[in-house]
């Protein structure tokens, strides 16, 4: 019975196993590239119309099961850069394919405004930066990630500050009083990136992008010129960068690591005197000898406040994210950690975020995506540049001869300022940000040719600022504890809607229509208080303050409300015309303006496609563009237009209302017109490119204060009077000196330059005594100037500074002033090589701008000759009796002559070569990494800073104390410096 049993089981077993045989079976193979004959990593093989799929692995391999009933449907090869490759199932078992390249799909294509376009059919300027490029640059922000790699676009740390905004111009400044950053637009949505802190920290603001993670950009677009940037209308007149985050795609799920950490360090510090020198210049300064050698040998201090507040500095990062998904559903998703601590105590900034982007085919013509954002930071700041409870400036100024603790182990506040290491260490400044960024599309083919698009995007900017400065520190002291606490939150909603017309016509005439609409909605809430005498210092919060001093509230809600519409018309890919159209209408405008126009066009002749360009085995790329636009810039206050009224005005104890600003309903935003003439070459089959333009760009309306009478009660109002010219010439140079299989070089270079000019005033009248480097606006200068007296070196009788008497009066006054320095450059850009030799690779940029001038101010004070500052060691060259030749002036208590008064003594050469950035890395060989299931593992060392060439002597050229302001332009006093960083990391995939 057993016998039989099992007998029987086991032909039941071999029947069932047969059955299953003839109804199921499995194919496999290689997918390899047509090129190369490299096997291809995460193709999908799918059924046609069905979910039934597989993916090859790191050797191109893959496995299908498929049914009986299978047979006679379509197997789909599919792979992102490849054609489609589709056959008919039999009984074969084995399919070995060879993929083709998608030349048409792998044709460069960029992002423009509300659109994309192949890059050989733009006939606009702009520049794109991607993540190829953004791999090899550890940054703290995205637009730190800009700097020297497009032409035409200046970037400048201002200062080393964590966290602290950057200033932006592309070609040029093109305001006074309006803003002259760029346009934002992450994903198709304007963010917001203006800073929104309530608390002054002089120039080095709070960046609100900062808060976004360069690891999860795809890559970054500038749009430069008129007719590129006309599309964004009324805030378009300073550039537009465009960002695009990274998306999944169909295949294998790819999960990627990357991480970095390393250490800062000040790499120059300013030499001053010490406990010895500085008494022996007191001694000078007062005429007599009150400090004896004996009382300065025995004097117990000689504090190096330098050494007190620099430290080297940690920071890190690191990012993981998930990238893949199906042919109908495909998704990113990462989290990120920033980590900075400033190489001044007190400072340091962290920054959290989490992306997810999904996109979803809900069939051929219906396509439905999101990208949400939510990030969040912490900055500790310190004060900085003109503030007297800084630690900077103040160790700066301190001198050496007074201690920082006492015996009791108690701060000394003994010196003529704060201790700076009490300020560093006790004084808390904190700003956390919250931030949430986001929007969800729908992509509707209408037709084959025909795509409506419509886009609700937000961004949630909520700004929350802590300060309190104990009894520990001296401003802390001074009230019993001092407490501030500053709210600000701002919301931003757009809507779009577009409807695109794509359409190629025998082959020849290609057509591409965009007609959209958007709607913007802006609101801001903010408060503030401020309050002192706490009753400990462990009690922080306003709400243990005694006394409110002060307390203030704010709301605004604006809208804008825009059409517009672009067409592009190519024939044979040789001839390119393009038309755009804006029209914005803003609140922040009255109903004589409130509409405003911005037109462009531009033209593009590709040469290359010409007959008699057919036998030449050199050029490979010849394009002449040519365009002009009209932008605008709205970025100036709220309701200008309006008759305002405001609070305060209280009379014999009861509240009252006075008029605050007087109406103009003619008020409209300023008007640029841009003409850009440009041609790109390629040499050689593209090993060999040059790029180069030519532009000129004219504001036209400028918003400036125009004084009124006094018997009108005020003293301006705002209009549109003033005009300004930026004119200048970009060139990009790519070189690919070595093209072999196991070694690859290449360079880029580019340059650019630029004259900005002040065209008209209002009545011609100059703009005086602006910031510490004493700027002047004047009719026929570049915007900016430095204004000044003359120095024609020190007296050897006096020991003063002879100053020129320009108008020959006899006499020295403020009509001696003249121009003394400009703080434009006369060129700037980058270097960039990228070497890569089988498994290493190296990249090395160099930043420049030359012939700039930097208004020192530090040097004001610390090479001033009077008064209790510390003094640089510069001084011990002064003049000390009748006949010494010398550029130092005596030293004196008393200084009729002004000796540091605003002079070319105080201006400097600020040109300078930085090497910006080296990265050396060695990725890991395949036939290792695949044994421990890694796609690509990638180790490299990399250095910021590393070094910089130049004459200035401060602490650092790359420098403004006023930050991203464009008129305080070029000047340095006491700014935060940047730092040099070494670094190491690592990038993983599986």
Same mark, same amino acid.
Do not use: C
């Given at each position: ?20 045989k003839?109804?199921d079976?499995?194919?496999n ?12 990593p995460?193709?999908t093989?799918?059924i ?11 050797d ?20 992102i850069?490849m054609?489609?490759?589709?056959f008919?199932?039999g ?25 994309s ?23 703290a ?10 032409s035409?676009?200046?970037i ?27 346009l934002?637009?992450? $994903? ?9 802190s ?16 360069p ?27 465009l960002?695009?985050?990274k ?32 008494? %022996? ?20 201090? $000689?504090t ?18 998930l ?26 900034? $962290? ?22 954002? @939510?990030?969040?930071?912490e900055n ?56 949430g ?10 037709l ?27 401003q ?49 809430r ?47 890919n ?6 755009s159209?804006?029209? $914005?209408?803003?609140?922040? @405008?009255?109903?004589n ?15 290359? %496609?010409?007959?008699?360009m ?28 309006q008759?305002?009224y ?5 009379y ?42 030519v ?5 036209? *309306? ?65 703009i005086?005594?602006?910031g ?83 208004y020192?101010?530090?040097r ?5 000759m ?10 011990? *060259? ?9 550029s ?5 208590a008393?200084?009729p ?9 105080f201006v ?11 990265t ?19 180790v490299?060392?990399?250095?910021q800073?590393?070094?910089?060439l ?28 940047n ?7 690592l990038?993983?995939?599986?």
């Amino acid at each position: 019975m057993k016998l039989s049993s099992l007998f029987i089981t086991s032909l039941l077993l071999f029947f069932s196993f047969g059955i299953v045989k003839a109804q199921d079976f499995t194919v496999n193979g290689i997918v390899n590239s047509d090129v190369d004959k490299m096997p291809i990593p995460g193709v999908t093989v799918f059924i046609k119309g069905t979910s039934n799929g597989s993916v090859t692995n790191i050797d191109g391999k893959y496995s299908i099961l498929l049914k009986e009933e299978d047979k006679g449907k379509t197997l789909v090869f599919n792979h992102i850069g490849m054609i489609n490759q589709e056959f008919i199932i039999g009984d074969q078992t084995q399919l070995n394919v060879n993929l083709i390249p998608d030349m048409e799909e792998l044709e460069e294509v960029t992002v423009v405004g509300y659109s994309s376009e192949s890059k050989k059919l733009l006939s606009s300027s702009l520049q794109s930066v991607n993540s190829e490029t953004l791999k090899d640059l550890p940054v703290a922000t995205l637009d730190a990630a800009l700097a020297g790699q497009a032409s035409g676009v200046q970037i400048n740390s201002n200062s080393g500050t964590p966290g602290s905004a950057l200033s932006v111009r592309v070609r040029g400044v093109g305001s006074v009083n309006a803003a002259n950053q760029p346009l934002y637009v992450i $994903d198709g949505i304007p963010v917001i990136s203006e800073n929104s802190s309530q608390l002054s920290f002089s120039g080095q603001t709070i960046s609100a992008l900062s808060d976004l993670s360069p690891s999860d950009i795809e890559s970054i677009t500038v749009l430069k010129d008129g007719a590129g940037a006309a599309i964004y209308g009324s805030r378009a007149a300073n550039g537009v960068v465009l960002i695009t985050t990274k998306r999944g795609s169909s295949g294998k799920t790819k999960i990627s690591f990357n991480a970095f950490g390393g250490v800062q360090q000040v790499y120059k510090r300013l030499d001053l005197l010490n406990k010895q020198q500085w008494f %022996e210049f007191k001694n000078d300064q007062l005429g007599v000898e009150k400090y004896t050698q004996e009382y300065i040998d025995n004097y117990p201090h $000689d504090t190096d406040w330098q050494n007190e507040i620099y430290r080297d500095a940690p920071m890190a990062s690191y990012d993981l994210s998930l990238q893949g998904g199906s042919n109908k559903t495909s998704f990113y998703l990462s989290g990120s950690y920033f980590m900075q601590d400033g190489v001044i105590k007190g400072s340091s900034f $962290d920054r959290t975020n989490i992306r997810a982007n999904i996109d979803h085919h809900f069939s051929e013509k219906v396509k439905l995506g999101t990208s949400l954002q @939510f990030g969040m930071s912490e900055n500790d700041r310190i004060e900085g540049d003109q503030s007297l409870n800084a630690p900077l400036p103040n160790a700066l100024s301190l001198p050496a001869i007074y201690p920082v603790y006492n015996e009791d182990g108690s701060y000394n506040e003994d010196g003529p300022y704060a201790n700076p290491v009490a300020i560093g260490n006790e004084t808390i400044n904190k700003a956390y940000t919250y931030r949430g960024l986001g929007n969800a599309y729908l992509d509707i083919a209408l037709l084959e040719e025909l795509t409506f698009r419509t886009q609700v995007g937000f961004d949630y900017y909520h700004l929350r600022e802590h300060s309190y400065d104990p009894v520990t520190t001296r401003q802390g002291a001074s009230y019993n504890g001092l407490g501030f606490s500053a709210n600000n939150t701002s919301i931003n909603t757009t809507v779009n809607a577009t409807l695109q017309y794509v359409k190629t016509f025998n082959d020849r005439h290609r057509v591409d229509v965009l007609a959209g609409f958007s709607s913007e909605s802006y609101t801001n809430r903010s408060n503030y208080i401020r309050g002192q005498n706490f009753s400990r210092p462990e009690f922080q919060y306003i709400t243990s303050a005694s006394e409110i001093i002060e307390a203030d509230s704010y709301g605004l809600d604006r809208g804008l409300n825009s059409f517009f519409a672009k067409a592009n018309y190519s024939f044979a890919n040789k001839y390119i015309f393009a038309f755009s159209v804006r029209r $914005d209408g803003s609140s922040k @405008f009255g109903n004589n303006n409130r509409y405003g126009t911005f037109p462009s066009a531009s033209v593009a002749w590709r040469v290359i %496609e010409e007959g008699f360009m057919s036998s030449s085995d050199v050029v490979s790329d010849f394009k002449i563009r040519g365009s002009y636009g009209l932008t605008g810039n709205d970025a100036i206050g709220d309701f200008r237009y309006q008759a305002l009224y405001s609070s305060g005005a209280d009379y014999n104890g009861q509240p009252g209302i006075a008029p605050s600003q007087l109406p103009n309903e003619d008020l409209k935003w300023e008007t640029v017109k841009q003409m850009n003439i440009g041609i790109d070459l390629g040499f050689w089959n593209d090993r060999l490119t040059l790029t180069t333009e030519v532009y000129q760009k004219a504001t036209t *309306d400028m918003l400036l204060s125009r004084p009124l009478p006094p018997t009108s009660g005020f003293s301006s109002v705002i209009s549109n009077i003033g005009e300004m010219r930026n004119q200048g010439v970009e060139l990009l140079l790519g070189y690919e000196i070595f093209r072999k299989s196991d070694f690859n070089w290449k360079a880029s270079f580019n340059i650019s330059t630029y004259r900005n000019e002040v065209v008209k005033l209002y009545n011609g009248q100059p703009i005086d005594n602006i910031g510490r480097g004493n700027n002047r606006i004047e009719e026929g200068k570049p915007i900016s100037i430095f204004y000044g007296y003359k120095s024609l070196g020190v007296d050897s009788s006096t020991g003063d500074i002879v100053f020129a008497d320009l108008n020959n009066d006899g006499e020295i006054t403020s009509e001696d002033r003249t121009e003394i320095g400009n703080p434009h450059p006369d060129f700037f850009g980058g270097f960039t090589n990228t070497l890569k030799w089988k498994n290493i690779d190296l990249n090395v940029f160099l930043q420049y701008s030359i012939g700039n001038d930097i208004y020192n101010g530090t040097r004001v004070y610390l090479e001033s000759m009077k008064g209790e500052d510390n003094q640089t060691t510069a001084i011990l *060259d002064r003049w000390r009796e009748p006949g010494d030749v010398t550029s130092i002036p005596r030293a004196t208590a008393n200084d009729p002559n002004n000796n540091n008064r605003a002079s070319n003594r105080f201006v400097e050469d600020g040109s300078y070569l930085r090497l910006k950035n080296v990265t050396l890395g060695y990725t890991l060989p395949k036939t290792i990494t695949k044994k421990v299931f890694i796609d690509n593992l990638r180790v490299y060392v990399s250095g910021q800073n590393l070094f910089t060439l130049t004459n200035y002597s401060g602490m650092d050229p790359e420098v403004n104390y006023a930050g991203d302001d464009g008129v305080r332009m070029g000047t340095d006093f006491f700014t935060y410096p940047n730092a040099r960083v070494y670094t190491a990391g690592l990038n993983v995939s599986f």
